[in-house]
């Protein structure tokens, strides 16, 4: 069935209705998320659950719809700003594997809309009610397993702010625990919402700064240690387990399992009022944690994944590289050599690795001015970007890269081990459609703890260029012994040369000024943007252009073997359906720099 959004109607319609039947409003929100039914309702608006009706497996995902209950404009103006604030969070956080990804934050028919992954199971709060206090192993575990994601959000400049039983869901299909609810959450360089911060998050779980306003990364800390002892001891009210008399927590007098010694130390130290006092990383109390795990008797086992997973991974550091670019002249003459370097980031998949160039912020002109040989119309008007700094492959990805991401756990579509035409490790993996792009980005996000996704078109044209403003990063013209291309055919006054008829092995022929290896040709490379016919009303923040284009279509650029030379200047713009299959089709990866990224 299709659900109606209109809170005034909420009528039930057949799944293929496009307005609904009742009271005619649109069922489809951004043409693509289909509400199926209501999950829930609390005080800023109702959960569905829906389906993307724009990916072929049209997987469940949630609908989050802002309808205020608070009174009065100036408190729904409020709850509001927290609203969209959820949105502005997930984004600032980018993919984590436990954490509920954002799709999409828009306005329908004057209401406000985030539409998230779906995670399927319940919060530990119904876990609760249902099966009892948690014994010591189940607190254990949870620690273990959440406090890797704090320390993700943390170093991302993140205040979570709302941790509480209800703010942690167990999905049901592998028993991960999941962080929701970011409204509440902070970046720690940034100002509050004037006038509300008391009012933020829930206040039985509140450390003593969170109610001066001044939470701090440690605020985090103390409130999953209420969650810990509210779990453990199954007191409604975690207030109640705090003797103000003693001015202490006495939450061992209402347990009713045994706790291991150095396990209630560790959550005494979560439950310090001092900040000094407390646990200021949630690397320190993995650490602790560890101990209690040893200390553990051996009739009676810590069940834990791996002590190894217990530990943060630690941010790669950027190593320099040497490299020699050249410059040819119209008739593809080379005229200049010249020594450069770049900073590269090293990303190890079990043994595998993949490295990515650092690009640097800077402004460019995105498109072929109207003079350039062999333009197109789609590639103008010409416009000035601003890109920040970000890090891309400085090659394709390869089959090596390509089959170690393909064995780590899926997301939300299978991969083929080995789906290429040409076999080789270092050739570049090639017959792989946008979605399955799009999964090895979020296979490869979830295995390291940092976003990584493709390219938008605007940071593609801008690595591809390296600050030069010709038809091709050497220059005026291109010719086979630079590039792998079809030589029958030339550009300019270029030379025809060799036709390989097939790909070949990254790192071949030179780069350009930013280390990066073969942008023009061997393969067409997916961007993240849907197709739009030229560049009216386009971005100029670098940012993936997702508004008003043919989402029936995603951007590819580059040119491949098999093209002639005008397909692979920097400026042109190819399309394609997006689970499109084709021997000259590959991709490379995108992510942050270092200090952006845990």
């Known amino acids: 069935m299709s659900q109606c959004l209109n809170p005034d109607c909420l009528q039930l319609n057949s799944k293929t209705t496009i307005f609904c039947q009742k009271c005619g409003s649109k069922l489809l929100l951004r043409e693509r998320y289909r509400a199926l039914k209501i999950l829930g309702q609390g005080g800023f608006g109702r959960t569905f659950l829906a389906v993307d009706e724009d990916k072929p497996s049209q997987p469940y995902c949630v609908i989050k719809q802002f309808l205020p209950q608070a009174q009065g404009t100036n408190n729904q103006e409020k709850a509001g700003e927290l609203f969209k604030q959820e949105a502005v969070q997930l984004e600032h956080l980018g993919k984590h594997s436990q954490i509920p990804e954002l799709f999409a934050y828009l306005i329908q028919d004057n209401r406000q809309y985030l539409v998230q992954e779906y995670v399927e199971g319940q919060n530990l709060l119904q876990e609760l009610d249902q099966n009892g206090a948690f014994s010591e192993a189940k607190i254990v575990n949870l620690l273990g397993d959440l406090l890797p994601v704090l320390a993700f959000i943390h170093q991302k400049q993140v205040i979570h702010r709302d941790i509480k039983p209800e703010n942690i869901i167990r999905r049901k299909s592998d028993n991960k625990l999941f962080l929701v609810d970011f409204g509440t959450a902070k970046v720690a360089t940034h100002t509050a919402l004037a006038g509300i911060a008391t009012q933020l998050g829930s206040p039985g779980y509140f450390a003593p700064e969170q109610w001066a306003r001044k939470p701090i990364f440690a605020s985090d800390l103390y409130s999953l240690g209420v969650t810990c002892i509210h779990l453990l001891t199954n007191i409604d009210d975690p207030g109640c387990l705090f003797d103000f008399g003693k001015d202490d927590w006495v939450w061992r007098n209402y347990l009713t399992v045994k706790i291991n010694n150095t396990l209630g130390q560790v959550l005494d130290k979560l439950l310090q009022k001092g900040t000094e006092k407390r646990f200021q990383t949630a690397q320190e109390v993995l650490e602790a944690l560890q101990l209690t795990v040893k200390s553990a008797p051996a009739s009676n086992p810590f069940k834990l994944p791996g002590l190894q997973q217990l530990t943060i991974k630690p941010t790669p550091s950027l190593k320099t590289v040497s490299f020699e670019t050249v410059t040819v002249n119209s008739t593809g003459k080379i005229t200049n050599r010249r020594q450069a370097q770049a900073q590269v980031l090293t990303e190890n998949i079990n043994g595998i690795i993949l490295d990515l160039a650092v690009i ?96 938008s078109e605007a940071e593609w044209e801008y690595a591809c260029r390296a600050a030069t403003t010709t038809p091709f990063y050497f220059g005026e013209t291109i010719t086979p012994d630079l590039v792998n291309y079809d030589g029958n055919y030339t550009y300019g006054s270029g030379p025809k040369g060799i036709y390989r008829k097939k790909t070949t092995v990254v790192g071949s022929f030179p780069p350009n000024a930013f280390g990066l290896y073969d942008m023009h040709g061997n393969l067409w490379e997916w961007c993240a943007d849907p197709w739009h016919e030229n560049y009216n009303s386009a971005p100029t923040d670098g940012s993936v252009w997702e508004f008003g284009g043919n989402t029936q279509y995603r951007v590819i650029r580059g040119g491949s073997w098999v093209n002639n030379p005008r397909n692979c200047r920097s400026a042109n713009r190819g399309r394609d359906v997006p689970d499109s299959r084709n021997s000259n089709y590959g991709f490379r990866v995108v992510s942050l720099p270092p200090a952006w990224t845990p």
């Open 360 to 455: 640097p912020a800077g402004t460019f002109r995105m498109g072929s001015p109207s003079s350039e040989l062999s333009r197109s119309d789609n590639e103008g008007p010409q416009r000035t970007v601003n890109i920040n700094s970000f890090l891309i492959g400085q090659y394709a990805v390869t089959q090596a890269q390509w089959r170690a991401v393909a064995g780590l756990p899926k997301r939300q579509i299978d991969l083929k081990p080995d789906p290429s035409s040409f076999k080789g490790d270092n050739l570049p993996v090639e017959s792989v459609t946008w979605f399955e792009a799009v999964e090895f980005c979020d296979r490869l996000s979830q295995f390291t703890g940092r976003t990584h996704r493709l390219p």
